[in-house]
């Protein structure tokens, strides 16, 4: 992993944490244990999904910068589909609470891409390796 990615992904799981407990607190108070309960599983989805997916994209781009839009999009529909193909398998679950665990999702799922993006616009990475193209003079 690569030093601007390992900030990258960082970034976006300290903006991300706060909200998530922010959320599951909220949740808890206003539904109780089943709230407490979506709300810590939906910081567990989000942060196993959008890590994972970031792992995955900078493995992949690591030797081909030149595909990371197409691979970032890629990467991006297969989480959003997965965390859709979650909640549709325990949208009937009594073992949480659906609303607290869908707005604690929501609101977790957005601050790690407004964390993420806050980190790629303000990290100073190169846009070109500082390969000398010719060899040194000896």
Known sequence: MQQNDARILR???LVAAPVGVVATVVSA?????????GGLVAIAVVAVFFAFGSWVLMTMTEDRPQIAMAAGMLVYALQILMIGVFVVVFKDTTLF????????LLATALSWVGGQVKQSLTSRMLYVDPVPSA???D
């Open 135 to 137: 060899p040194p003079a």
């Open 29 to 37: 108070v206003l539904a109780g244990e089943k709230g407490l309960v």
């Open 11 to 13: 970034g976006a799981a």
């Open 97 to 104: 609470n659906g609303k607290a665990f869908g707005l604690s």
